[in-house]
């Protein structure tokens, strides 16, 4: 069996720790504040950075998608290495990324007639994503093959979701990632809106007034899914995504441990430039993937 390479795009948003644990290559993002400069997630511009001008008032920021040279030339290197390659992308809803990645893979397959090349929509963004990578890496670490990996990851990227919570909805909307959370927009002072990321789509949940009840409503939703699902939480792996309020996140993480009866394995993933851009300062949420043995 060919050795082989997991990719990702940036926005999986996967912390740097794991990423070298597990030799997990990722293809970066651009961000743009003025639509001339472009700046590459973790390359250019840090999330600190990013969240920094973020904060000034009204800055929307744009994003965009790596291209098919960005993937060309890290895939090139890897089939050269004599190495097989597997990416996962952000949710084509959201991105052309998954195509760029395609794309390049397509025309690498003329270069390299006995590489196997494969191409995943993760069907998730952030953290939704990066636990979909890891269970990849999961995955080569027990001896899968790539074909093996590629269609357990085509079982295991449905079970995906996020719950979470933004302070504002202004960044979904200049964005253009309103969609169906449209429904949640309000002028109640202090409204919190309550969204679901499944399968590619943003799904409203409700509106509660305040920060604190926002988060104690996350892990209502998380368990609300599982009673509903009849599904055990212990066949699951979980994690937080939080992009500017860490003491938020530890709260929720502590609400979530007590909830599974269980530490957390994973640090608290920081919502990067890609998401960031779409869901602004604040957002914060809980994110889970079935695990790769319990399909």
Same mark, same amino acid.
């Given at each position: ?79 050269? +290495?004599? =190495?097989? /390659? &597997?990416? !996962?992308?952000? %949710?084509?809803?959201?991105?052309? $990324? ?91 002072? +202090?409204? =919190?809106? /309550? &969204?679901? !990321?499944?399968? %590619?789509?943003?799904?409203?949940? $409700? ?89």
């Amino acid at each position: 069996m060919r050795d082989y390479q997991i990719f990702a795009d940036s926005s999986c948003d996967l912390p740097q720790s794991l990423l070298s644990k597990y030799n997990i290559k990722l293809i970066p993002f651009y961000v743009s504040f003025d639509h001339e400069n472009y700046y590459k997630e973790n390359v250019d511009i840090s999330n600190e950075e990013f969240y920094k001008r973020l904060s000034e008032k009204g800055v929307f920021p744009s994003t965009s998608l790596p291209s098919v040279q960005d993937y060309l030339s890290q895939f090139r290197q890897t089939l050269k +290495d004599g =190495k097989d /390659l &597997i990416c !996962l992308c952000l %949710t084509q809803k959201f991105s052309g $990324s998954y195509q760029s990645a395609f794309n390049a893979g397509q025309i690498l397959e003329e270069q390299f007639p006995d590489a196997d090349i494969r191409i995943v929509d993760s069907i998730q963004a952030t953290a939704g994503e990066g636990l979909l990578v890891l269970q990849a890496a999961y995955m080569k670490e027990a001896g899968y093959s790539l074909e093996e990996l590629h269609e357990r990851l085509l079982q295991l990227r449905s079970t995906a979701r996020i719950m979470f919570t933004l302070d504002t909805l202004d960044y979904l909307k200049k964005g253009r990632r309103i969609g169906k959370v449209a429904a949640l927009a309000g002028a109640m002072l +202090d409204l =919190k809106p /309550l &969204i679901q !990321l499944k399968d %590619t789509e943003l799904i409203p949940y $409700s509106n509660v007034r305040g920060r604190k009840k926002a988060l104690d409503k996350i892990l209502d939703m998380v368990k609300e899914y599982f009673d509903e699902a009849n599904e055990e939480p212990s066949s699951y792996d979980f994690c937080i995504a939080n992009a500017t309020t860490m003491d938020d996140a530890l709260y929720l993480q502590a609400k979530l441990e007590a909830f599974l009866g269980r530490k957390l394995s994973y640090p608290v993933f920081q919502i990067g430039v890609t998401i960031g851009t779409y869901i602004g300062p604040g957002g914060i949420g809980i994110c889970f993937v079935k695990r790769y043995d319990c399909i």
